[in-house]
């Protein structure tokens, strides 16, 4: 593969399966809000509220279970490619202790979770009823993902996506079923029973591959520990907690401003995060490329990886904001039959747009410095961004200002373009110092 002669087509033939994964997992979000926004629109703040803390500990536990993927793809270029299994197998326990912890955890606490935040007492207790619910769901979307980890390791991942768009068809099934009787909490549990399928279908795919003897998939082989699954995941992982109980919270504050607020606010992030999926595709493409080059010690290359991903991106996040300028109605009316929240949406449609590119570009930059083994700097960046920035302005505009949901929307461009800018300019000056270390040696 000559990475300087077609960057950009690699980086697209790469990203593509990636992007159409992710897209299928937000599209089982698309269908719960969207089902509930037009059957059940009075329930949209109890399933907003609902999602809020288990995704949080759901997206920081996906950054553990990284080391799945890296440690598979190590094993298979050590040339012990039954380690690979053994790295499943540990990721596999691990999705199952830590999403049963959060169930638990979950199930314990129930609405006195918002309670605590400040939320009131009518949308706390339905709020809380329904996250019991979704929290039963989270450790088999960690084994889904861990399996699919270890699919992309040994570059089989359209078996992931596949089963990922039948769960779809089986999520809308179950919302049609349950959301026009039980509302929010229908749509909880069609999200349970979808990835029971999830999860099911492809560790069974998995088993019955050709190759699952190579893989040392049915042993009990050692090889990999969970100390060292920990160790890659963990930067990762914090990461990912700070980027996702940000969100989160924001959540919150848009809850404690109203119920229309925090509906429009869900709306707006899915629409934000399903665009999202395309820059993480991306994201993991310049990753590949980037550490494939960095590997053979070919700077150039690898530092023409990192920009050519993130211009792709920015060209790709730039063409949907002009989507949302130009459909902002359709948009709003696609996900819910409330004509209030419908006209809150349209009008904040023009921040979200602007809020694309740099979301986007911060997580392609993180990757890139990941990929060159620069782990920590994205996660003190991230902590900057969206620990401290972006919840400090979103409370003081959206809630002490009283601007709502438009000082949230704002509060998140602020965020990520002070990300995008840090996570770049640490890329620039790297790149630039080693390509002027390998000039003399060239």
Known sequence: MRLDALPIATLLRLAGPVALARLGIMGMGLVDV??????????????????????????????????????????????????????????????????????????????????????????????????????????????????????ESIQRPMASTVVMWIANIANLVLNLAFVPEYGALGSAWATVGSRVFLAGALIFWVLRMPEAAKYGLRGRGGGVSYGSLMRIGSAAAVSHAVEA???????????????????????????????FMIALGLSTATAVLTAE????NDRASAARASWTGLGVNTIAMIAFAVVLLLLPHAIARAYTADLAIAALIAGLMPIAAAILAPDGGQVVAASALRARGDNWFPTASHILAYAIIMPGLATYWGEVQGHGVAGIMWAIFIGSVVSVAVLAGRLLALTARRTARAAPAQ
């Open 245 to 275: 109980g940000a969100f989160s919270w924001m959540t919150i504050i848009a809850g404690r401003v109203s119920g229309e607020a925090v509906a429009a606010y869900q709306i707006l992030l899915n629409v934000l995060a399903l665009v």
């Open 293 to 296: 080059a960095a590997g053979r």
């Open 34 to 151: 969207i089902v509930v926004g037009q059957l059940a629109p009075q329930e949209l703040p109890y399933q907003a509220l609902a999602l809020a803390p288990p995704s949080v500990l759901l997206v920081t536990s996906i950054g553990l279970l990284t080391g799945v993927q890296v440690l598979s793809a190590r094993a298979i270029g050590e040339g012990r490619p039954e380690h690979a299994g053994d790295a499943l197998r540990k990721g596999l326990a691990l999705s199952a202790w830590v999403g049963g912890g959060i169930a638990l955890l979950v199930a314990l606490l129930g609405g006195r979770i918002f309670s605590a935040l400040g939320i009131g007492p009518d949308l706390a207790g339905p709020s809380g009823e329904v996250m019991q619910v979704f929290a039963l769901s989270l450790p088999f979307h960690l084994a889904y993902v861990a399996t699919a980890f270890f699919l």
